[in-house]
């Protein structure tokens, strides 16, 4: 397993998640494996309940329009898989940053970067 254009590795639980998550909704949907390096080797998470609380409170708090009813989480013995859909009130964004490039991602190969701004008008 590698990461790609759905897949998408985290060593632990960091704000830039985020970013992820909105690239995901943005384009096709994907995954999240959190507590995996970059090279998809198990990193396991210490606290895995409260990893998974603070993910999830930050995807509800801190994306827009709400994204909750496209992210599925799972658990396994290392970590968290968040899978995340392909959403229906494009485009989402950070809502700290708001409708421009550096609150609005999409998924380009393995990496999210942000939208231009002909994106976000499309």
């Not at 960091?14 to 390096?37: H, L, M, P, Q």
């Not at 998809?40 to 999830?56: E, H, K, Q, V």
């Not at 959403?87 to 942000?114: E, T």
Request: no cysteine; net charge negative; hydrophobic share 30%.
């Amino acid at each position: 397993m590698q990461e790609n254009h759905t897949t998408e590795f985290k060593r632990e639980y960091t704000d830039d998640i985020k970013k992820s998550v909105v690239a995901f909704a943005n384009t096709e949907g994907g995954k999240i494996y959190i507590g995996r390096d970059d090279d998809g080797n198990p990193y396991p998470i210490a606290d895995i309940d409260l990893t998974l609380t603070r993910i999830s409170n930050s995807l509800r708090d801190g994306i827009l329009p709400d994204v909750t009813m496209f992210v599925r989480y799972e658990t396994d013995e290392n970590g968290i898989i968040v899978t995340v859909q392909e959403g229906v009130n494009k485009p989402y964004f950070l809502a700290d940053k708001g409708l421009k490039p550096s609150g609005v991602y999409v998924r380009q190969g393995a990496s999210s970067v942000p939208a231009s701004y002909e994106q976000i008008r499309d």
